[in-house]
């Protein structure tokens, strides 16, 4: 378990998760990221993890569901059993490498139940993505004129189609502005994620990125399936073991090695790609989790259906029992940007470091605006058991 300290964390509380307005370019960006062997080997895990050491204040054992493993399963998906856990996340700041931001979003921790469901091994890769726009001729909202009306008062020239693009800085810079390495770019999309002088020539598996809410939500719809809420993909993040750190256990990078593609190096100057990828890398390619689900921390953000509250957790924890089901919020709150409507982010990215961003850590959250795409921002689909 990692060293706990009594440091405090600065007030300032870096987010991932941020909003762009397409009128004025200069502003244009705001603080915003299997089968019954695999549910026995969970089970296991977890028992073993309860008789070797004691869980964090807060966390209480994860209850597997019972039954057999519904078949066949669907091409590409695995088998997450459900049952009660413990959700949420303590405060990261006092962890090693646990950054500086105490996430107080993602507590109290509190008990909550989930049915079982089948869930997407991988994000959707852009093989996919492109399969769905082929059959449907789909248009992504990165793709589209943005419509005067939308953003009144904005000159002619700056409704332009494009999206959200980090752009590494040449030095060390203060990390209290966003606008100095994300640059809102003309024409970047999913077919061109780092602007129109790129594309996808070889990235068929790579996580489809430059995807808005609306997006997911269509092609989800197109594939018979839907996106998770924020309580199916963190018991399927947290693998049937309880208390955790990271989606694999305690230890950043167990037996020296890597489980995530994550920020290495002097944020955000140069990634080192010291685990193996600077940048975004193509799924699956760090080990899978105990339920066989792969990127769970890391390499993009994924979307929830679950609108964003800040006190979300608090409102569920007041009402003294395990929640089921729970589908999240009626409205969005971020207290930091009042009025703006915004859905979770769970995972983290490539772009999360202990230096600005640590919620590839299982237990906390994101949130980004529903009609806001990133190139470190994808999804992955679920789907109800029968």
């Given amino acids: 378990m990692p060293k706990r300290t009594t440091a405090k964390a600065p007030k300032e509380s870096p987010r991932p998760a941020f909003r762009w307005k397409r009128s004025v370019l200069p502003v244009a960006l705001a603080l915003f990221a299997i089968g019954t062997g695999v549910t026995l080997m969970a089970r296991r895990n977890s028992q073993s993890i309860a008789a070797s050491k004691p869980l964090p204040e807060g966390f209480s054992e ?7 493993t519904p078949s066949p399963a669907p091409e590409g998906m695995v088998w997450i059993p459900g049952g009660e856990f413990s ?49 449907t001729d789909y248009v992504t909202i990165a ?18 189609a494009g999206s959200v693009v980090f752009s590494p800085t040449e030095t060390a810079v203060p990390l209290d502005n966003i606008l100095q390495w994300w640059t809102y770019v003309r024409g970047a999309n999913w077919r061109h994620p780092a602007g129109p002088g790129s594309d996808l020539k070889d990235k068929d598996s790579y996580p489809v990125v430059h995807v808005a809410y609306a997006d997911a ?41 890597w489980m995530a593609n994550i920020y290495e190096g002097k944020f955000p100057m140069h990634d080192t790609g010291e ?16 339920y066989g ?94």
């Fill in 217 to 257: 939500v269509a092609y989800a719809a197109w594939a018979g399936k839907r996106l998770p809420t924020e309580a199916e993909w963190e018991f399927a993040a947290r693998g049937g073991a309880a208390g955790k750190i990271y989606a694999w256990g305690d230890e950043l990078k167990p037996g020296g090695h």
């Fill in 87 to 135: 959700m949420g996340s303590d405060d990261p700041s006092a962890s090693l490498c646990g950054g500086r931001d105490s996430m107080p979003d993602a507590r109290p921790i509190h008990r909550v139940y989930v049915d079982g469901f089948w869930m997407d091994k991988t994000t959707v890769t852009n093989a996919q993505f492109a399969e769905f726009v082929k059959a």
């Fill in 62 to 68: 994860t209850i597997l569901n019972h039954g057999p």
């Fill in 293 to 386: 689900l792969y990127d769970m921390a890391g390499n993009v953000w994924q979307w929830c259906a679950d609108w964003y509250r800040a006190d979300y957790f608090t409102t569920l924890a007041a009402n003294g029992r395990t929640a089921r089901n729970p589908k999240g919020p009626n409205d969005s709150l971020d207290p930091s940007e009042p009025g703006t409507q915004k859905r979770v982010h769970r995972g983290g990215s490539f772009l999360c470091t202990d230096q600005y961003c640590t919620r590839y850590m299982v237990g906390t959250r994101g949130k980004g605006e529903a009609d806001t795409g990133t190139n470190h921002l994808g999804f992955r689909c679920v789907l109800a058991g029968k």
């Fill in 275 to 290: 685990d193996g990828f600077a940048g975004i890398a193509p799924v699956a390619q760090f080990p899978p989790n105990a």
């Fill in 143 to 160: 793709e589209k004129t943005p419509r005067a009306e939308d953003f009144p008062g904005a000159k002619p020239e700056d409704l332009v």
